[in-house]
Every structure is written in structure tokens, then in C-alpha cells.
């Protein structure tokens, strides 16, 4: 796991894939709401792969682009008073 605790830093970490599926990277962007923005990724053509959940320190989603690739999104502290 990464924590960078850094001003605006959003903690990590590197593994194995589960169950000897295939390797992939996923990377996060911090949004200021899951809901809108996971609302204008559906209009333009994207969809969600991981609803919106809490997290230590906020919540996450994830999405996939029209072509398949996979993205994160995370919300700073949306997922602190749930």
C-alpha cells in the first residue's frame, strides 16, 4: 500500500491480481461528486462498473470508457460520516 500523506495525495497500493485473473492498473481521479460525475460519464457513452462505496478517507466508483478501459473515481471525505 502507498500513503503518501501529502496534501491532496489519495493512498494506493500495488498486488496480485485475485484468483491468477490477468494483470491490469487501475488509476483514481478525484472528483468533487461521485454522482454528477458518474451521471455525465453515462451520457457520454461510459458505464458503471462499481457503484459509489465509502472508503477510508472518502468514497469510490469506477467507470468503464466506451472501449472498455476501466478508470476510478474518488471523493475526498464523501464516505467519512456514512
Do not use: C, W
Amino acid at each position: 500500500m502507498a500513503h503518501p500523506n501529502a496534501a491532496g495525495g489519495i493512498n494506493g497500493g500495488v498486488g496480485a491480481a485475485p484468483n491468477g485473473a490477468p494483470g491490469h492498473v487501475t488509476f483514481y481521479v478525484e472528483v468533487p461528486d461521485l454522482t454528477v460525475a458518474l451521471g455525465r460519464i453515462e451520457k457520454l457513452g461510459g458505464r458503471r462498473v462499481v457503484e459509489p462505496r465509502a472508503v477510508p478517507g472518502g468514497s469510490v466508483a469506477m467507470f468503464s470508457d466506451p472501449e472498455g478501459h476501466v478508470v476510478g473515481l474518488f471523493q475526498t471525505g464523501a464516505g467519512d460520516d456514512k
